[in-house]
C-alpha cells in the first residue's frame, strides 16, 4: 500500500488534470468511466455549484421514485474508491463553488488538460405569452419540482410558500412529458399518507400542497394523443391512482378505442398505450385484461371525486388574472395537426379554462455561460455546439480540451440511462484526445478562498440528513438552505 502511494506520489506531476463542471449524472458518468478507463494517472476535479452533489437526481426525480436515485451508489462509490490517498487516479469534489462566476471557465481552460462541462438545463423553456412572468401562481416546472424537492434556492421562495393554496382546485398543467406526470402526481395525491409521507419531499412544499383542495388537473399538450410524450410506465402510475378514488379522463373527441385496430399497431409501446388507456377508461367489470385489474378502484373520499385529463391540440394564447394579480383562467386556441406532424393553430377557435394553478411543463432550458463569447464557443439551437462531446467553436472546428456532457450538450432530453450513454461517448472522447492534449503545467487553481464543501463534508451532510430521515420515517430528510449546509460541515468533521 505504501509502495503504491510512494509510486503514485512520485507520478503526481506526470498527472493529467481534468476539471468537470456539474455533478450531476452526467459529471459523475463521465468521470467514472474516466478514472475507470484511463491507463495513465489522473487528477478529476468536480465543480458543482450547491455545496451537495447529484443534480437533478437529487432535486429532479419525483421523491415518490426513489429507486431511480440509485444511481447515486454508482457515482459515491467512485466518489469514495478515488478520493483515498494512494491511488493511481485522484477524485477531488469541490461544492458550493459556480463556474463562470466564482471560478472562471478561462481559468480552468488554461490551467487543466480537459475540462467538461456538464452543468445541466440550468433555465426554463417559455410559452412567450402575457402573464407568464408576472401572474401569481404561474410556474415553470422546474422552479415547482426544484421547491417540492427542497433546492435550496427554492425550498423557501416566497412565491411558493406565501402563495393562497387554499384556493387551488382547477390545475392546468402545458405539455405531457414524464415532468408534467410528475407534477400531477404530486399535486393530486399528496393527502395519501402511505405514497408522500414516508419520501424526501421537502416538508415546507408538502404543507402547502396539502392545504389546496385540488379537483381537477388539466394536462394540456399541443399536439394530439398519437404524439403524447410521457413513457407507459408513468402514465400507468396515474391510471393506478384509481384505487384512492382519483380518476383519470380524456375526452373521446381526443382518444377512443374504436379508432385505433390494436393488431395493426406496430410500434409496440403505442400499442401499450392504447390498450392501457382503452381499458382503464373503461368500468372495471368491464375491462378484459388481468393487467388492467390488479386494484379494484376504490369510492372517493370527496365529492366530486379528484380526477386528471389528458387533453390535447390546443395551444395557450394568453393566461388572465384578477384584481390582485392571481390567475383566473387561461385561453387558448385549438389546434390542428397535419400527417407530417406539423402544428396548425385554429386562431379564431378560442377556449377558456378556469384555472387557479398554472405550470408550465415545456422542459428545461441550457444557458451559455457569459465568458462563451469572449472564448468564442458555439452555442446554438439551446445547446453546446459538439462532435462526440468535443466543443465547438464559432468556425465550427474543435475547441481543444473542451468537452461538453450529458443536458447541456443535448438540450433537456433523455433519461439517466442515456445520459449515462452519453457521458461514456464523451469520456471515451477525451481518453482518445488525452495524449495530444498538451500538460499544462500552470498550478492549482485556489479556491481556498471560497467558502466551499468537499467530499468529506458531503458525507457528514448526507449522514445527517439520513439520521434524521430514520427518527421521523423518511428516506431522509434534507438541509433546506446553502448556509445551513455550509456551515454544517465545520461542525461536523467526517
Ligand atoms: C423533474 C425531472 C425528473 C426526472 N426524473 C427522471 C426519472 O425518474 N428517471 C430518469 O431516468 N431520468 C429522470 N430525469 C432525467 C435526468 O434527471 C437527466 O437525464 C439527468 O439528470 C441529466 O444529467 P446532467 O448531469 O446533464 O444534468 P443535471 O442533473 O441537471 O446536473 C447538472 C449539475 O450542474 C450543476 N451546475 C449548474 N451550473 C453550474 C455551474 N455554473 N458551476 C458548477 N455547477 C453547476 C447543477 O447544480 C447540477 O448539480 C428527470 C429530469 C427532470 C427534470
Ligand atoms: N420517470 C421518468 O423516467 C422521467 C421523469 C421525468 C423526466 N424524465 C425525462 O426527462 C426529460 C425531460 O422531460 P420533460 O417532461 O421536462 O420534457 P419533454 O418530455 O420534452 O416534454 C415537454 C412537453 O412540453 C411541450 N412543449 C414544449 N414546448 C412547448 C410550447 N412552446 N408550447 C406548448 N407545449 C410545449 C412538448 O410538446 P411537443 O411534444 O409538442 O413538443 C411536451 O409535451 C425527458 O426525456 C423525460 O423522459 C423522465
Excluded at 138 to 164: I, M
Excluded at 331 to 354: A, M, P
Amino acid at each position: 500500500m505504501i509502495l503504491r502511494f510512494l509510486r503514485y506520489a512520485s507520478t503526481n506531476c506526470e498527472r493529467r488534470r481534468i476539471s468537470i463542471v456539474g455533478s450531476g449524472p452526467s459529471g459523475f458518468y463521465t468521470a467514472y468511466r474516466l478514472l475507470t478507463k484511463c491507463e495513465v494517472p489522473l487528477h478529476v476535479t468536480m465543480w458543482e455549484k450547491l455545496p451537495v452533489p447529484f443534480g437533478l437526481s437529487r432535486y429532479g426525480v419525483a421523491p415518490d421514485h426513489p429507486e431511480v436515485k440509485n444511481c447515486e451508489d454508482t457515482f459515491t462509490a467512485c466518489a469514495e474508491e478515488f478520493s483515498r490517498p494512494g491511488q493511481k487516479h485522484l477524485f477531488e469534489f469541490i461544492g458550493g463553488v459556480t463556474v463562470g462566476e466564482q471560478v472562471t471557465l478561462s481559468e480552468l481552460i488554461d490551467k487543466q488538460d480537459a475540462v467538461v462541462l456538464s452543468y445541466g438545463c440550468t433555465g426554463d423553456k417559455k410559452l412567450g405569452i402575457p402573464g407568464e412572468n408576472d401572474t401569481k401562481g404561474v410556474f415553470s416546472s422546474r422552479e415547482f419540482v426544484n421547491w417540492y424537492n427542497g433546492h435550496p434556492e427554492y425550498a423557501n421562495d416566497p412565491r411558493f410558500v406565501n402563495f393562497d393554496w387554499s384556493r387551488v382546485k382547477n390545475v392546468g398543467i402545458i405539455g405531457n412529458g414524464n415532468v408534467a406526470l410528475d407534477l400531477t402526481r404530486a399535486l393530486i395525491s399528496n393527502q395519501i399518507g402511505e405514497l408522500w409521507d414516508g419520501t424526501d419531499i421537502s416538508p415546507i412544499a408538502l404543507k402547502c400542497l396539502r392545504q389546496a383542495p385540488v379537483e381537477h388537473i388539466r394536462l394540456i399538450a399541443r399536439r394530439d394523443f398519437d404524439h403524447s410524450k410521457f413513457t407507459n410506465k408513468e402514465l400507468r402510475e396515474l391510471w393506478e391512482l384509481e384505487r384512492y378514488g382519483i380518476y383519470g379522463k380524456i375526452d373521446p373527441q381526443y382518444f377512443r378505442e374504436d379508432a385505433y385496430d390494436l393488431r395493426s399497431i406496430k410500434d409496440r409501446a403505442f400499442r401499450r398505450r392504447v390498450e392501457m388507456c382503452s381499458e382503464y377508461l373503461k368500468p372495471f367489470d368491464q375491462r378484459t385484461k388481468k393487467n388492467y385489474k390488479k386494484f379494484a378502484p376504490q369510492p372517493s373520499a370527496q365529492s366530486p371525486p379528484k380526477t386528471w385529463e389528458l387533453d390535447y391540440l390546443k395551444t395557450p394564447v394568453r393566461i388572465n388574472s384578477d384584481g390582485s394579480g392571481y390567475i383566473t383562467s387561461l385561453t387558448l386556441c385549438r389546434n390542428s395537426i397535419t400527417e407530417d406532424n406539423k402544428i396548425c393553430q385554429l386562431k379564431d377557435q378560442q377556449v377558456t379554462y378556469n384555472l387557479d394553478l398554472l405550470i408550465t411543463s415545456l422542459g428545461y432550458a441550457a444557458k451559455p455561460l457569459a465568458e462563451f463569447q469572449k472564448l468564442g464557443i458555439q452555442f446554438e439551437k439551446g445547446r453546446l455546439a459538439n462532435a462526440a462531446g468535443r466543443v465547438l467553436d464559432s468556425h465550427g472546428a474543435t475547441f481543444p480540451g473542451l468537452y461538453a456532457s450529458g443536458w447541456i450538450r443535448t438540450g433537456s432530453a433523455g433519461v439517466i440511462a442515456s445520459t449515462m450513454m452519453g457521458a461514456f461517448e464523451v469520456a471515451d472522447s477525451i481518453l482518445q484526445d488525452l495524449s495530444s492534449l498538451p500538460a499544462k503545467q500552470t498550478g492549482r487553481i485556489d479556491f481556498s478562498h471560497l467558502r466551499h464543501t468537499t467530499w468529506p463534508d458531503w458525507r457528514s451532510i448526507n449522514r445527517k440528513e439520513l439520521q434524521q430521515g430514520e427518527q421521523e420515517g423518511k428516506t431522509r430528510v434534507k438541509f433546506l438552505s446553502s448556509e445551513e449546509m455550509l456551515s454544517f460541515h465545520k461542525q461536523s468533521p467526517a
